[in-house]
């Protein structure tokens, strides 16, 4: 009788390894580059710690969107995305994406996920996108430059006017020492770090749905006045006229500007690469004050048709919990989950916090043709900052982009 118990014991443990064997899944998973630090340690803890398992392929970050576009349209595509949350509403409008609206909405912590990565996931009512990882746009300051050109090296700039004055006192240091700087030729470093200018003084460069373009505003005249101001006065290196985003946080790290618009990946970078450099954090302002911030990162989202979801939602639950935002957070990207925000950013320099804020309140533009109008290399958008951050013709450079944006936005597929 014992040895007949012990039999059936055994046989019903090895059945229960066979059904779960046979329940778990495998699903497949792209990141751009840009997520190689944190993604393939999020994937790791999942496997060791789950049935169901990830399989990762990173892949470069300018060839990701082509790549997963072709991919999709051929029947190849991965189960799962980290995408640019910027590119969420094209390719769920182009029926690529599965609709995981109710899963979305039923997850308790839905409420307290990131308000601009939800929006950017979200089309037609529908949610398409979940936030992933996520980066802000901040200000950041040369201490050390400060304290030799007199100034508070412990208090950021809280408006235009301060930075620009910041900016002359720097510059006045002489030699190679420039007060301000930014890429003029890169479309996406400007969304980035100039649209929040705008937004923090009350302006607009589309509208809340993306089927408007609104460039011509005060707003933004006052912006490009205030660039074009500091350029005139040469406090600007004349290599950001043509700077397509190479050196957009290098020439910071170089340890010879005063102040740049940039990213939390700065800080990281910053502490790890560039530890000499003693730099302060701080939110972009608007022209006389408040403060905006573009949120920028990626939306996870799942390829239409997928059978992998069991795995996939296993995955996300994951890098939602506590272990996997502090994953997030100590290998390069800020939290999404506000709710855990500060837990899992306790361990890490305080500097973290400022851009975790920054990005809780952080903004995103909204349209299904972002790429042709804003990060393409012959998007209106390019087109107009450099010419009205260094050309001569403000208006006539206004009015073409405005127009020319409106024609894509009216030629989109849906409109």
């Known amino acids: 009788m014992k040895r007949l118990m012990q039999r059936l014991a055994g046989g019903i443990a090895l059945l229960a390894l066979t059904v779960s064997a046979a329940s778990a899944e495998t699903f497949t998973l792209w990141v751009r580059s840009d997520g190689s630090n ?43 995305l980290s995408l640019d949350l910027i590119y969420t509403p094209s390719f769920a409008a182009a029926g690529q994406l599965e609709d995981i609206t109710d899963w979305a909405r039923s997850l308790p912590y839905f409420d307290k996920l990131s308000p601009a990565h939800v929006k950017t996931g979200t089309y037609k009512d529908r949610i398409y996108g979940l936030p992933y990882s996520a980066d802000s746009s901040v200000l950041i300051w040369n201490k050390k430059l400060f304290r030799q050109a007199g100034l508070d090296p412990d208090k950021g700039p809280a408006n235009w006017a301060e930075i620009e004055a910041a900016a002359e006192k720097v510059a006045a240091l002489g030699g190679d020492i420039k007060g301000f700087y930014f890429s003029g030729a890169c ?29 011509d505003t005060p707003q933004m005249r006052d912006a490009i006045a205030f660039y074009r101001d500091m350029v005139q006065k040469g406090l600007v290196p004349e290599g950001a006229r043509t700077d397509t985003g190479s050196n957009f ?145 403000v208006d006539a450079s206004l009015a073409t982009a405005q127009e020319t944006m409106q024609g894509i936005i009216d030629s989109a597929p849906g409109n």
């Open 38 to 80: 944190f993604m393939p340690r999020i994937v790791e803890a999942f496997n060791q710690s789950h049935e169901d398992k990830a399989e990762l392929q990173i892949v470069p970050v300018a060839e990701l969107v082509q790549k997963y576009a072709t991919a999709a349209a051929g029947g190849a595509a991965p189960d799962a």
């Open 187 to 215: 479309g996406g470093c400007n969304i980035f770090t100039f649209t929040p200018l705008i937004w923090a003084s009350g302006g607009d460069i589309l509208t809340e749905d993306g089927s408007k373009a609104t460039l």
């Open 249 to 393: 946080f290098a020439a910071f790290a170089r340890g010879n500007i005063g102040l740049a618009p940039s990213g939390a990946f700065a800080i990281g970078a910053l502490n790890t690469q560039f530890p000499d450099i003693d730099y302060g954090v701080t939110f972009l302002p608007g022209k006389t004050g408040g403060w905006s911030s573009f949120a920028g990162g990626d939306n996870f989202v799942v390829t239409k048709g997928t059978t992998k979801l069991k795995a996939i939602k296993a995955f996300l639950d994951f890098s939602y919990s506590l272990e996997g935002q502090t994953l997030l957070a100590r290998y390069g990207s800020l939290p999404v989950r506000g709710d855990i925000s500060a837990e899992a950013l306790k361990d890490l320099d305080p500097r973290y916090k400022i851009a975790a804020e920054a990005m809780e309140k952080g903004r995103t533009p909204y349209s299904v043709v972002f790429n042709d109008i804003i990060n393409s290399m012959n998007s209106p958008w390019v087109q107009m900052v450099n010419e009205v951050f260094f050309g001569d013709d």
